[in-house]
């Protein structure tokens, strides 16, 4: 004899319900019980989110997606559309100059975030994917001078190639061939980073916020450093 179970399921005397569903189950169970939709989603967020140094990553996030947007518009138009046409140096100056934000505001998220020890509370990985991410927009930024086909890639090209070579990486990334360097910086590096991106706020959403040094962290994630006067014998 048999009792419907969830969903209207079989479940017999002998059954696991909370193994239920074959691996699949068990990768929604694991999925929802890390990111859960009230994490995943919130409409709500601390008052310490009100300071403008938890702006800069969202900042970071939303250039990110314009460069994706506008190289992505570049590579399939080719290099002769973004050295010719109006429309395709309009974009070309979009893609420049959020690239040039792009930086800026991580340079300015990931010092923030090194000054108020992101790392605490079970962060410790939050934090190694946002610094892998800023290494790795480096490459992609770097590549994308060296495919500009102008005096100033060449130049570029030509500095680069010597360091390169004085370290023994030259044989393989070679800063002089155009088709590779095109090709690690619309495929490779925006494919490495876009992956990082989504795994930190994915991070972000299931560590939670950093709260800043002394304040009580509302994810119970992490205990924040006390305040002074808060641990016995520490002068006020």
Known sequence: MSDPGAGGA??????????????????????????????????TQPAYMASWIYVFGVLTVASLIVVLVTGGLLALKGPAWWHVSVTGKYVNGLH??????LMFFMVIHLWGKFFMAAWRGRRALTWATGAVCFLTAIGTAFTGYLVQQNFDSQWIAGQAKDG?????????????DFGQMLMWHI???????????????????CR?????????????????SPAPGDVPGDAP
């Open 10 to 43: 079989a479940v017999g005397p002998y059954t696991d319900v909370s193994a239920a569903g074959g691996w699949t189950g068990a990768v929604r169970r694991r999925a929802v019980a890390s990111l859960p939709p009230d994490k995943l989603l919130p409409d």
């Open 96 to 101: 420049l100059w959020s690239v040039e934000l």
């Open 164 to 176: 390169l070579n004085s370290v023994g990486i030259g044989a393989f990334f070679n800063v002089l």
């Open 187 to 205: 495929v490779l590096l925006p494919f490495v980073l876009g992956l990082l991106t989504a795994w930190h706020i994915l991070l972000v959403r």
């Open 208 to 224: 939670g916020i950093v709260p800043p040094i002394g304040a009580t962290d509302p994810t119970g994630s992490g205990t924040a």
